[in-house]
């Protein structure tokens, strides 16, 4: 074993072990010379630093098995410490690699007047990055009488977070490789400015521009800074280094970005920032027939901000400008780029086009705008003769234009965006007239429905004057009527909760679906509602009078305790009487169970009831769902008769079977799975 370099006298562990090592330079390869070694085993205390050979090889003896901790050290290298366990194998490299100690950070605390801050103590909190991994210390430091501290990282720290918290903003300290020592200057806040300002084209302060910073290269997100009335504008706590400058406005183009040092320790005024000059927008203002009538306004948005991912620019604000005389509206100092121009005139649909402004330059663009309609309409009786003092639900069919779908008046609207609908209940005059205004363009039919009939017109942009005037005659079709009997099957009935019910559309607007059949409550007043209700009739028979209007899409169902009923479809015809035979059934139920392709049950399966070809359109149509018990048998209550399907499906599995549902009785189904590939293959 090789002479201690201490004269300190520790006595060696006790074992049978033997470590054989070699103290090598960063490169893996060139020997240590003069490099030494310290051997710790968990529990005992540590050995004496020994040296190694010229050619930086070990051998420690009597070691006991187990781990063992190995430091080697020397001269401008630093210590390295690495674990080894005993017995040592044979594949098991004892090669300590030093390296040359990490880069030196010299750190300066100034207070807020400059002056270094001398024998201070502080305990910051220090974030070392290297490639792909990081290291945090918090230790406990002291300045020097200057203020100052050095901190030595990892050999392979590519940069340092500083936060000293306090007064002290967090700083980032970018490490340059072969750099052995790098200086960082801690200022507090507000301790010194970058100042600068901002003018346009012409010389004058740009009032109100911002200026954004950035740290070269995009490492920080940019600050942004709003000018004076001055055009001045000042960045508190901007960081040390690289910084890129740059000034955008409402009122010309941005300006070209400025580069410079700045070194944090003193007040810096930065180089003048120049816009450059603005765009200028002409928007003439025109009708189908030339001139527009009546008050005209235009209104342009910026389509999007002008500037870079590093570098945003402001985002520039909206104008709204009046045109002159000759309906041309001229707005100048804009910004370049895309905008929306939207024209509006009282008695016209607003219209937008979009324009691209250019720098230093005038672009030209025409806006035309189309007359609102004025829909002017006298309804007639079935027999020809005015409809006075009526009430009437007026529908006002369109296309949409360029503004979309939008609400004007009393009007209300609904529609997707190829067409849309717009109803009003109105009354008609002393002459059976109305007049609908301030109506989208591009109209396409005006209903009329009332208690005498409903009737229509197409067409309408044949009638169609150029100023936007619509002038039409709707002529009533006779409303129809309704009359039928119920046909009991497998059911007794009784009037008291029972109720007919005649609905427009897919389902009633009174919703009782499953339950709450006693509580729908009475026929509703209004005859031009959507649905009708004959409640507890006398008998087995009910009749509907005045249906309007007579060809839309109507369908009839019972309701009533225990009962239930398929909405049945009805064609209806103006004038008429349409006689009907509306059964009223018991429900029943689907009894039964679920194997798989061997034949056993399959317990805790989930199904699917439904009745093909409805789409589950009506509320008692709508699917039901059930699951299995633990023996695979099921149970699906509350149908309606007819014909059903049950579906079941599993990971990898699936089946179904067909059944038909007789009034007041039980289908009996059995699901069996099968495979999914073999269901592909039975197809194929």
Avoid at 17 to 33: L, N
Avoid at 562 to 572: A, I, M, Q, T, Y
């Amino acid at each position: 074993m090789p002479p201690p370099s201490s004269a300190r006298a520790t006595a060696a562990p006790a074992g049978s072990e033997v470590f054989h090592g070699r103290i090598v330079r960063e490169d893996g390869k060139t020997p240590a010379t003069d490099a030494s070694y310290k051997v710790t085993i968990p529990g005992l205390p540590s050995t004496d630093v020994w040296e190694a050979t010229q050619g930086g090889e070990f051998t420690v003896g009597g070691l006991p098995a187990g781990r063992v901790r190995i430091a080697a050290m020397a001269p401008g290298y630093a210590e390295l410490t690495r674990d080894f366990t005993l017995p040592q194998a044979t594949d098991e490299s004892g090669v300590l690699v030093l390296f040359r100690p990490g880069p030196r950070v010299n750190v300066q605390v100034l207070s807020a007047s400059g002056a270094g801050a001398a024998d201070t103590a502080f305990t910051p909190g220090l974030t070392w990055h290297t490639d792909g991994d990081t290291r945090r210390e918090t230790p406990r430091l002291n300045t020097d009488g200057s203020g100052g501290f050095t901190l030595v990282g990892p050999h392979n720290a590519t940069s340092l977070t500083i936060k000293l918290g306090g007064d002290y903003p967090p700083a980032k300290v970018d490490l340059a490789p072969g750099t052995a020592t790098t200086s960082v200057k801690l200022l507090p806040h507000g301790s010194f400015a970058l100042r600068g300002s901002v003018v346009h084209a012409d010389g004058r302060p740009a009032s109100g521009a911002e200026v954004s910073l950035a740290v070269a290269g995009g490492k920080e997100e940019a600050r942004v800074e709003q000018c004076d009335a001055d055009g001045a504008y000042v960045f508190y706590d901007a960081p040390p280094g690289k910084l890129t400058l740059r000034a955008s406005a409402d009122s010309g183009a941005p300006s070209a970005p400025v580069d410079l040092e700045y070194d944090g320790a003193a007040d810096t005024t930065a180089p003048r920032l120049k816009l450059g000059p603005g765009a200028t927008l002409k928007v003439t203002v025109r009708g189908p027939a030339g001139s527009v009538a009546g008050d005209v306004s235009v209104t342009a948005r910026p389509e999007r901000s002008h500037g870079s991912s590093t570098l945003p620019g402001r985002p520039h604000a909206t104008f709204v400008a009046a045109p002159n005389a000759s309906a041309v509206c001229v707005a100048t100092g804009i910004a370049a780029g895309a905008w929306s121009v939207q024209a509006r005139a009282e008695g016209y649909e607003p219209a937008t086009v979009q324009a691209r402004a250019q720098s230093g330059k005038t672009t030209s663009l025409t806006v035309t705008l189309k007359p609102l309609w004025r829909v002017s309409a006298t309804v007639l009786s079935p027999e020809r003769a005015a409809l006075r003092n009526a009430e009437a639900i007026v529908a006002y069919r369109h296309t949409c234009g360029a503004e979309g779908s939008e609400t004007t008046g009393s009007l209300s609207s609904s529609g997707g965006c190829y067409e849309s609908v717009k109803t009003q209940r109105l009354r008609t005059d002393e002459r059976g007239s109305f007049t609908l205004r301030d109506l989208p363009p591009r109209g396409t039919s005006l209903s009329v429905t009332t208690t005498e009939g409903s009737g229509q017109v197409d067409e309408l942009g044949k009638l169609v004057s150029a100023t936007g005037a619509v002038s039409a005659r709707v002529r009533l079709r006779p409303p129809a009527a309704l009359e039928g009997t119920l046909e009991p099957r497998g059911v007794r009935l009784r009037s008291r909760g029972l109720a007919v019910v005649l609905f427009r559309g897919n389902m009633p607007r009174y919703e009782p679906l499953q339950e709450g059949w006693d509580e729908l409550g009475a026929e509703p007043d209004d005859p031009l509602d959507h649905t009708r209700m004959v409640f507890e009739p006398r008998g087995l028979g009910f009749r509907f009078d005045n249906i309007v209007p007579a060809d839309d899409n109507w369908a009839l169902c019972v309701v009533a305790p225990d009962v239930v009923s398929v909405p049945v479809p009805v064609r209806l015809e103006p004038g008429r009487i349409v006689s009907v035979q509306l059964p009223a059934t018991g429900p029943g139920r689907i009894r039964g169970s679920v194997v798989d392709a061997r034949g056993k049950p399959v317990a805790g399966a989930a199904l699917t009831g439904w009745m093909p070809g409805t789409g589950g359109r009506w509320p008692l149509t709508f699917p039901r769902d059930a699951g299995t018990d633990d023996r695979g048998r099921f149970l699906i209550e509350d149908l309606p008769p007819g014909r059903w399907q049950v579906t079941c499906r599993k990971p990898g599995a699936s089946g179904s079977a067909q059944v038909t549902v007789k009034p007041g009785g039980t289908g009996t189904a059995r699901v069996r799975l099968s495979p999914e590939r073999d269901r592909a293959a039975r197809k194929s």
